[in-house]
T-cell receptor, first 113, second 112 residues
């Protein structure tokens, strides 16, 4: 089925470890997004990519890096994980132009101990 | 900047009760408006949307009408079921640019 695929679904890291969250979409969407969701905080945008080859910071970019590998894939990297990065991470994609709806992945639940 | 305000809840209802979740927005121009639903342990799914004033979005018994005069997009359902228990997010997509603006989410619990 067409959609947004995120891997892994669950991950436990020790403080200071690094990891990359993977996201791929097969809908030929131009734009891709990374959000984090924390209790009582709603969804907060970390980084986004409006098109292949471009990335921009969102509301909470500190401690993260991203790579738009190609049109399909958009990865999120934690170079040195901290307990404050314990969260559920969602990737989303959207077609070009304004007023478009997003398609979300099923999420990655990350715990940093 | 653009913003979305919605009642945060939690909202607890008995099965077959009437549901209203209020959502108001502030935006430049005429955004598209959306309701997303997140079931436990899952990602967000599009529930319904409306792209212009007076449009009514509907899906699975849920409805919301784009009211430009009151800048609102309230979610309603006439008779909720236990399976409707989830978190509901109101969101807007600006006319120009693409980044969504989400409300904080409203947790709904429906008791049998």
């Amino acid at each position: 089925n067409a959609g947004v695929t995120q891997t892994p679904k669950f991950q436990v890291l020790k403080t200071g470890q690094s990891m990359t969250l993977q996201c791929a979409q097969d809908m030929n969407h131009n734009s891709m997004y990374w959000y984090r969701q924390d209790p009582g905080m709603g969804l907060r945008l970390i980084y986004y990519s409006a098109s292949e080859g471009t990335t921009d910071k969102g509301e909470v970019p500190n401690g993260y890096n991203v790579s738009r590998l190609n049109k399909r894939e958009f990865s999120l990297r934690l170079e040195s994980a901290a307990p404050s990065q314990t969260s559920v991470y969602f990737c989303a994609s959207a077609p070009p132009g304004g007023r478009q709806d997003y398609t979300f992945g099923s999420g990655t639940r990350l715990t940093v101990v | 900047g653009d913003s979305v305000t919605q009642m945060e809840g939690p909202v607890t209802l008995s099965e077959e009760a009437f549901l209203t979740i209020n959502c108001t927005y502030t935006a430049t121009g005429y955004p598209s408006l959306f309701w997303y639903v997140q079931y436990p342990g899952e990602g967000l799914q599009l529930l319904l949307k409306a792209t212009k004033a007076d449009d009514k979005g509907s899906n699975k018994g849920f409805e919301a009408t784009y009211r430009k005069e009151t800048t609102s997009f309230h979610l309603e359902k006439g008779s909720v079921q236990v399976s409707d228990s989830a978190v509901y997010f109101c969101a807007l997509s600006p006319l120009y640019g693409q980044n969504f603006v989400f409300g904080p989410g409203t947790r709904l619990s429906v008791l049998p």
